[in-house]
C-alpha cells in the first residue's frame, strides 16, 4: 500500500471522533479555544496529474522535523468554513485538509528547505532552513527529504503559543497518531525544534530519555532515546526561541556533527 494511503487509513479511522470534538470546542468554547485543523500529512507530489511519492519513499536519507504547533492551519474553501472558525464536518474535509500540506509543500517547499517568508511559519522555516543546509552539506552524496510534523497536532485557529488544555487533551483523547505516522513513513532521523515541550515528547513517548549532548545542558541540546525506534533524534531549541543567531546555529551545528 502507497504510504499515503497508509496516512489515509490511520488518519480515517480516528476522524469522525477528532471531528465531533473539535466542532464541539468550536461551538462552544471561547475565542482563544478555537481549534485549528489538524496537522495532517501528506507525501504526495502531483507530476502530470499523477500522484507520486517518489521524492520521499526513495530518498538516501528521510529526515523528519517536528515543530510545537501549527496555529491558524484551515483552508479557504467553502468546505472549510469561514475562518477563524473552522467547519468539522467528517465527510468532507480530511481530503482537504491533507491537501493543505500537499498545497504548501508544492508552492514552498525545495531540496535545500522551504522558500516561505510570511508572518505565519516564517520563523520555525529559518530554522529548519538552517538544519537543511547543515546536513545536506555533511552529506553531499546523499538525496535528502525533509518532513515538517508537529508535535502537537492541533492548534489554535488564531493566536500563538499553545493551544491550550481543552485542545490538546481533545488530541490526546482522539488523535494520537505521531508513532504510527513515524511506523509509517519510517524517517531515519528525527529533529524535535520543540524547546520546552517534552512533556508533549513524553505523551507519544513516555519512557523516552533525554540526554546532554556535547558542552551543552540537557535543556538546550538533548539525543533523545525513543522506545521502540533505533534511528537517531535530537531536541532542540524552537527556532523563536530568544537566544542569538549563533546560539541556535551552534546546537544545530552539534547536532549535526553527531549524526
Same mark, same amino acid.
Given at each position: 500500500?502507497?504510504?499515503?494511503?497508509?496516512?489515509?487509513?490511520?488518519?480515517?479511522?480516528?476522524?469522525?471522533?477528532?471531528?465531533?470534538?473539535?466542532?464541539?470546542?468550536?461551538?462552544?468554547?471561547?475565542?482563544? @479555544?478555537? *481549534? %485549528?485543523?489538524? +496537522?495532517?500529512?501528506? &507525501?504526495?507530489?502531483?507530476?502530470?496529474?499523477?500522484?507520486? #511519492? $517518489?521524492? =520521499?519513499?526513495?530518498?538516501?536519507?528521510?529526515?523528519?522535523?517536528?515543530?510545537?504547533?501549527?496555529?491558524?492551519?484551515?483552508?479557504?474553501?467553502?468546505?472549510?468554513? @469561514?475562518? *477563524? %472558525?473552522?467547519? +468539522?464536518?467528517?465527510? &468532507?474535509?480530511?481530503?482537504?485538509?491533507?491537501?493543505?500540506? #500537499? $498545497?504548501? =509543500?508544492?508552492?514552498?517547499?525545495?531540496?535545500?528547505?522551504?522558500?516561505?517568508?510570511?508572518?505565519?511559519?516564517?520563523?520555525?522555516?529559518?530554522?529548519?532552513?538552517?538544519?537543511?543546509?547543515?546536513?545536506?552539506?555533511?552529506?553531499?552524496?546523499?538525496?535528502?527529504?525533509?518532513?515538517?510534523?508537529?508535535?502537537?497536532?492541533?492548534?489554535?485557529?488564531?493566536?500563538?503559543?499553545?493551544?491550550?488544555?481543552?485542545?490538546?487533551?481533545?488530541?490526546?483523547?482522539?488523535?494520537?497518531?505521531?508513532?504510527?505516522?513515524?511506523?509509517?513513513?519510517?524517517?531515519?532521523?528525527?529533529?524535535?525544534?520543540?524547546?520546552?515541550?517534552?512533556?508533549?515528547?513524553?505523551?507519544?513517548?513516555?519512557?523516552?530519555?533525554?540526554?546532554?549532548?556535547?558542552?551543552?545542558?540537557?535543556?538546550?541540546?538533548?539525543?533523545?532515546?525513543?522506545?521502540?525506534?533505533?534511528?537517531?533524534?535530537?531536541?532542540?531549541?524552537?527556532?523563536?526561541?530568544?537566544?542569538?543567531?549563533?546560539?541556535?546555529?551552534?546546537?544545530?551545528?552539534?547536532?549535526?556533527?553527531?549524526?
Amino acid at each position: 500500500m502507497k504510504l499515503n494511503e497508509q496516512l489515509k487509513s490511520l488518519y480515517s479511522s480516528k476522524w469522525k471522533d477528532t471531528c465531533t470534538a473539535l466542532q464541539t470546542l468550536t461551538d462552544t468554547g471561547p475565542a482563544v @479555544t478555537k *481549534p %485549528s485543523y489538524p +496537522f495532517l500529512l501528506s &507525501v504526495v507530489k502531483w507530476e502530470n496529474d499523477q500522484p507520486d #511519492e $517518489n521524492w =520521499y519513499a526513495d530518498a538516501d536519507l528521510k529526515v523528519m522535523i517536528f515543530g510545537k504547533e501549527t496555529n491558524s492551519w484551515f483552508g479557504k474553501c467553502d468546505d472549510f468554513g @469561514t475562518p *477563524p %472558525s473552522p467547519v +468539522f464536518n467528517p465527510d &468532507v474535509t480530511m481530503e482537504a485538509v491533507m491537501g493543505l500540506y #500537499e $498545497n504548501f =509543500y508544492a508552492t514552498y517547499y525545495k531540496p535545500s528547505g522551504f522558500s516561505y517568508n510570511g508572518t505565519r511559519y516564517g520563523t520555525f522555516h529559518y530554522g529548519f532552513n538552517h538544519f537543511v543546509s547543515l546536513l545536506n552539506a555533511r552529506f553531499p552524496n546523499k538525496r535528502i527529504a525533509y518532513l515538517w510534523n508537529n508535535i502537537v497536532k492541533v492548534g489554535k485557529a488564531e493566536g500563538s503559543g499553545f493551544c491550550g488544555n481543552e485542545i490538546y487533551d481533545a488530541q490526546k483523547q482522539h488523535f494520537m497518531v505521531i508513532r504510527e505516522e513515524i511506523d509509517i513513513l519510517k524517517p531515519d532521523l528525527i529533529l524535535f525544534l520543540t524547546g520546552n515541550y517534552d512533556r508533549q515528547i513524553l505523551d507519544c513517548w513516555n519512557e523516552a530519555k533525554f540526554t546532554a549532548l556535547s558542552s551543552f545542558s540537557v535543556n538546550d541540546v538533548a539525543k533523545v532515546s525513543l522506545p521502540g525506534l533505533n534511528i537517531p533524534a535530537y531536541r532542540t531549541n524552537h527556532p523563536s526561541a530568544r537566544i542569538s543567531k549563533e546560539e541556535k546555529e551552534a546546537r544545530l551545528e552539534t547536532i549535526v556533527n553527531d549524526i
